[in-house]
């Protein structure tokens, strides 16, 4: 495939090149499962082009998108392109006031809407953000009167089509440098900054990606990370349709593993959270399910850990081993294969770093997790790992044409076609990330090993310094911590502190299961915290997941929470990145009190360690 020179090329290239194939796109609408050729795909985003056009969009001005995954979500973004316009994903998830911001920021005219729940959010906004001219709710949004319908807008460009005779001709010689999208930083601390990206920065990151793993028209995806994501809009939305990859819309999170099964996916893009759901539910099954299930399970986790091993050092695997891998191949892991719909090549994880004890339960059960490492101002991916030489524990190799450089305090530096053209309206803060040689300051500490593989060891603003002068880095100890299945989240702090403590929000689920398997009374998991035997067994499974920890580095006390952290609470990102600093705000009685006891009182950790 050649590489396009901006992103109407790669889409109305991909549509002459698979005009044969069934299904561009497939959704689920009245429980059945919908395919959307390549050719009307293609007549719908010429249409709403034109209508776009015909409301009195100029090329150059600014169209939101708030929306879940769906076919119409590609659509808005491919009609921008086509229209000349720059596009603006918003995550569904935010609340009205921050999708208020954005849109203001933006300057945003005309907006797409998913439905009427996400018309309801921006009703309430609407009188903060004056330059919106027109509201375009994908579904009807009864009693609305002031929206513009999407099949509206269709109709009207349809009508128009005659009048714009070079559209597409001319949209395709479109400059590789503009600027066709902002997308927001969902950022943990501080407002969100519009990222602006070209068609140049996404063109070069498909191609590089497709360098490093191979898709094509006989692959299918389920796609399910948000399309405002960079990670997603890059690799399971322009990538896969260069290559010709069938892209299936997932119809919630929730109905995930349910997709999963109807889909029978090739290839997956997701985060950690979703294999780290998986590994705990079937790590519970196995636990749950009696003493010879448990025994059965265990030994073939460890039977497939010594095959995952000699596979990834390219080292050759005795007959025996052999043998007693098939046999736990039969017992766990094809049973977990069968649960991802049976198809599954890869997967492509990114977001956020993957526990490598997880990686390596899903390579031994022939489900290998490519994970990779970018940011949304690198388009995002700067570095992924390939089918062909994974190693686990590491982010791969830098993709061709990028340029990877750490610098002498650690930190992460990117220079390449994939770099950002900068922060909206905001130069001092694009001078701040881009130096004057076009490095991009990530942000991240991490090194190269001896074959040129990236591992990330930690963010650098988040690198934790005690009052010892000691420095924690906390991704790796909440990883770990997070792989307990009575383990939802948690958070290390510690900042200027003599030790660092870590916050857990337990697993409701895991924690009623162990009430009911003592006899203890389980209302809500508030009630539990307060019973001195289930409080007592959550310490000992953090503690049993940081055993290997140095002193400096260990927890010291631990902070069980009621609830999760939330969005809506400010706590999280709509990327779920947890905002440190807002969390240690909202929590900071509970923490001052914490090491108030220390002083007087050896904690349980403490004991443990010693």
Avoid at 215 to 224: E, I, R, T, Y
Avoid at 519 to 525: F, S
Wanted: aromatic share 8%; with cysteine.
């Amino acid at each position: 495939m050649n590489q396009p020179h901006n992103l109407v090329e790669l889409f109305f290239d991909a549509v002459e090149r698979f005009s044969t194939k069934r299904a561009a796109l497939r959704y689920k609408a009245n429980g059945v499962w919908r395919d959307i050729t390549h050719q009307e795909l293609s007549r719908r985003v010429h249409h709403a082009a034109l209508g776009l056009l015909q409301l009195g969009v100029q090329p150059g001005e600014r169209v939101g998108i708030l929306s879940p995954n769906r076919p119409e979500w590609a659509m808005a973004d491919y009609a921008s392109l086509l229209a000349g316009c720059v596009d603006v994903p918003i995550y569904p998830t935010l609340p009205p006031k921050h999708i208020s911001y954005i849109l203001r920021d933006a300057g945003v005219i005309a907006l797409f809407v998913s439905d009427p729940e996400q018309y309801a959010k921006v009703a309430q906004i609407r009188s903060e953000v004056p330059a919106l001219r027109y509201v375009i709710p994908f579904d009807d949004v009864p009693g609305a009167e002031d929206v513009f319908p999407f099949q509206r807008l269709l109709q009207i460009g349809a009508a128009a089509e005659p009048r714009y005779p070079t559209l597409i001709a001319d949209a395709r010689n479109a400059d590789p440098e503009a600027v066709v999208t902002l997308i927001y930083t969902s950022g943990t601390t501080g407002d969100p900054k519009g990222v602006m990206l070209t068609h140049r920065n996404f063109c070069t990151n498909v191609c590089s990606a497709l360098e490093m793993f191979s898709v094509g028209p006989d692959d299918s995806c389920l796609s399910l990370l948000p399309l405002s994501h960079s990670f997603e809009r890059m690799g399971g939305h322009y990538t896969m349709f260069h290559a010709g990859t069938t892209i299936n819309y997932a119809e919630s999170m929730d109905t995930i593993s349910a997709d999963l099964l109807a889909v029978k996916p090739t290839v997956t893009l997701a985060v950690p959270r979703l294999f780290e759901k998986i590994y705990a539910r079937v790590l519970d099954a196995a636990v749950s399910g009696g003493a010879v299930k448990r025994r059965l399970f265990f030994w073939s986790r460890r039977t497939g850990e010594r095959w995952a091993d000699l596979v990834l050092a390219r080292q050759p695997v005795p007959a025996g081993l052999r043998f007693a891998t098939r046999v736990a191949d039969r017992l766990v892991f094809r049973k977990l294969r069968a649960r991802t719909g049976g198809r599954i090549k890869f997967f492509v994880s990114g977001g956020a770093p993957l526990a490598p004890e997880i990686a390596k339960f899903f390579f031994a059960a022939r489900l290998p997790i490519l994970e990779g490492y970018g940011l949304t101002e690198t388009t995002p991916v700067v570095s992924i790992n390939t089918l062909e030489a994974p190693r686990i524990g590491t982010v791969g190799r830098p993709i061709p044409g990028v340029e990877v450089h750490i610098a002498e305090d650690g930190e992460i530096l990117v220079r390449g076609p994939n770099v950002m053209a900068g922060y909206y309206n905001k130069p001092e803060a694009t001078a701040e990330m881009v130096d004057a040689d076009g490095w991009l300051h990530t942000g991240d500490v991490g090194e190269f090993d001896a074959d040129g593989y990236l591992r990330i060891t930690d963010r650098k603003k988040d690198l934790i310094k005690t009052a010892g002068g000691k420095y924690v880095a906390p991704q790796p100890i909440e990883n770990l911590v997070k792989t307990s299945k009575y383990v939802l989240n948690a958070l290390v702090l510690g900042e200027r502190r003599k030790f660092p403590i870590i916050v857990v929000v337990p697993n409701p689920d895991a924690v009623q299961a162990f009430a009911r398997e003592r006899g203890l009374v389980y209302r809500d998991l508030a009630s539990a915290l307060k019973q001195p035997d289930v409080v007592a067994k959550l310490e000992r499974e953090v503690m049993l997941k940081l055993r290997d920890l140095a002193s400096y580095e260990m927890p010291k006390k631990i902070l069980f929470l009621e609830k999760d952290f939330s969005i809506e609470a400010g706590e999280l990102t709509p990327k779920l990145s947890v905002k440190r600093r807002v969390v240690e705000e909202h929590y900071r009685d509970r923490i001052d009190q914490l090491y108030e006891q220390a002083e007087h009182v050896q904690p349980e950790a403490a004991k443990a360690e010693s």
